[in-house]
């Protein structure tokens, strides 16, 4: 099979995906198609591209449980965790399905919204595409209505890439927050949302050893070895290329199973 074609098909029906999909601004696969690349050159470093071999260790996987299900309940228990299991499978595929079907439809806003940055570019309006993006969608239904407050569309996008640099300098707001009144004043002092933070407690109770770390694991098992903090996709590219097989763990913002290079 010929790589290049084979890698032009995918990217022909999946070329729309990227990392934070829900992220309009996200480069896409088609933008950056070297990621693909670099994935499937983790797969074959790592031998583990074999389908057959992965269906076969998630039905290993699947029988071991069924096995303690078995084992461990009685038969009148049994009946109804295989009808709890039955109803929830179906949940998790319509689920997924769901999301796939998401994820598309955001693709298609993507599109919409680059094809107006693009306009706006040739009207002069915008220096790049990917301006359109600081601008909120009443901004830009506004200016194409000709009702826009203002026309500098290339001034306001100048303010907020300034607020947004200034956001990525200051301090990250808690998960958890509850505000009261008008809350915007809050966001102009971040120290204080840091005071009104509901897992702070939660928090205080951690370990006061620097060595140690806490936070959600994405799968189960112990692993030993090197933590590798990453901040952005770009951190792991590393990974990718160099460290297939390197041994460890990662710790990152979210567990989106694109951030990670094999499934070992």
Not at 86 to 100: D, M, P, T, Y
Not at 107 to 130: E, S, W, Y
Not at 154 to 177: I, M, N, Q, T
């Amino acid at each position: 099979m010929n790589t290049i074609a084979a890698i032009q098909r995918f990217l022909n029906k999946y070329g729309f995906r990227c990392i934070n999909e829900l992220k309009l601004e996200e480069s896409t696969l088609h933008d950056d198609p070297g990621f693909v690349v670099d994935m499937v050159a983790g797969y074959v470093r790592t031998r583990s591209y074999s389908v057959a071999d992965m269906e076969k260790r998630e039905l290993e996987i699947r029988g071991k449980a069924e096995g303690v299900v078995k084992s461990t309940l009685r038969w009148p228990q049994r009946v109804l965790f295989n009808w709890v299991l039955f109803h929830a499978r179906r949940a998790v595929k319509h689920r997924e399905n769901l999301r796939f079907s998401r994820t598309k439809l955001f693709g298609v806003f993507r599109t919409l919204f680059r094809a107006i940055g693009h306009n706006l570019v040739q009207l002069h309006l915008l220096k790049d595409r990917q301006d359109v993006f600081y601008l909120t969608v009443e901004e830009i239904c506004a200016f194409v209505d000709g009702r826009a407050v203002s026309t500098d569309l290339a001034g306001l996008v100048e303010l907020r890439r300034r607020e947004y640099d200034e956001y990525r300098k200051g301090l990250s707001p808690p998960e958890r927050f509850m505000l009261r009144g008008a809350c915007g004043p809050y966001f102009l002092f971040p120290q204080l949302l840091d005071d009104l933070n509901l897992l702070k407690q939660h928090e205080s109770n951690a370990s006061l050893d620097p060595n140690v770390l806490r936070g959600t694991p994405c799968c189960p098992g112990v692993v030993e070895g090197v933590v590798r903090v990453v901040t952005s996709i770009k951190e792991t590219e590393f990974a990718f290329t160099f460290c297939s097989g390197c041994q460890g763990a990662w710790s990152a913002h979210n567990s989106e199973c694109v951030w990670w290079p094999d499934e070992e």
